[in-house]
């Protein structure tokens, strides 16, 4: 293929992706590998290698329950809105609002997408630091508190594809031996909660709760972040409690019921 060749078809893939994402509107956010097909006039074969290779970037992701495809977290890091997840965004504001109030520390909803948490929201506290996190910034599941309560609800077999990477060492205190972090999970998953401290930065702790929904995945985490000096040990009963009933409520929103 000459180099003229090759532009002509790059640029082509990229106006078929676009097309494709402009099919997610409200009131429709997701599509068979058919539909998307049928609805963009690409063959069949065109639409599944775009869809697999818009999926591996992030900005598609499979529902696992109908096997359909929707929009994917990449599209929150280049500046655009997820309509399916406006919902939980939208109703659990005033409750993640109240958290910051209580706790007076910067509070977050994350989502777990291709083996990474990543920031859906943020209520700022009055004296936040942004450098741990952003409205769509990523980060390692492994050794930070939100996306500790995501993995740990995991299967066995997402768990083990996730340690077959290698668990990258932060800091001195990160977790960085497969079988120590399954034990750590698991008692995560046992307590329904995790306190991640010093794992990913050295003077910081994050306390978080999963989120389920209606059927009773765990599919979301609501987290809070701030300096050691402000959150000590002797607070942490407080924040757990509070991240707790906060993560609760909003998985009721979400059609959980326990």
């Not at 963009?40 to 359909?68: C, D, Q, V, W």
């Not at 999970?185 to 306190?195: A, H, M, Q």
Request: glycine share 6%; charged share 20%.
């Amino acid at each position: 293929m000459s180099s003229d060749e090759n532009s002509k078809y790059i640029i082509t893939s990229v106006k078929n992706a676009m097309r494709i994402l402009r099919l997610f509107k409200v009131g429709r956010e997701e599509f068979s590998v058919s539909e998307i097909a049928s609805q963009t006039s690409l063959p069949k074969s065109t639409a599944y290698r775009l869809i697999s290779k818009m999926a591996a970037e992030g900005f598609l992701s499979k529902n696992p329950k109908t096997n359909h495809y929707r929009l994917g977290l990449s599209i929150l890091t280049v500046g655009g809105v997820i309509t399916s997840h406006r919902d939980l965004f939208k109703e659990a504001k005033p409750i993640v609002q109240r958290v910051v109030e209580m706790l007076g520390e910067t509070a977050h909803i994350c989502l777990l997408e291709n083996n990474h948490v990543v920031y859906l929201f943020r209520n700022e506290a009055q004296y936040s630091v942004r450098l741990l996190t952003y409205m769509g910034r990523v980060n390692p599941l492994h050794c930070t508190s939100e996306g500790l309560a995501l993995l740990a609800f995991q299967d066995e077999k997402t768990i083990n594809k996730y340690l077959e990477k290698g668990l990258y060492a932060y800091t001195p205190f990160t977790i960085t031996d497969g079988d120590e972090l399954k034990n750590y999970l698991s008692e995560v998953k046992k307590n329904g909660y995790v306190i991640s401290k010093d794992h990913f930065y050295e003077g910081f702790v994050g306390i978080a709760a999963p989120i389920r929904n209606y059927s009773e995945h765990v599919v979301a985490s609501l987290s809070v972040i701030g300096p050691t000096s402000r959150i000590t040990e002797d607070k942490y009963p407080f924040f757990v409690t509070t991240i707790m009933e906060a993560s609760k409520k909003i998985s009721s929103l979400m059609g959980y019921y326990a």
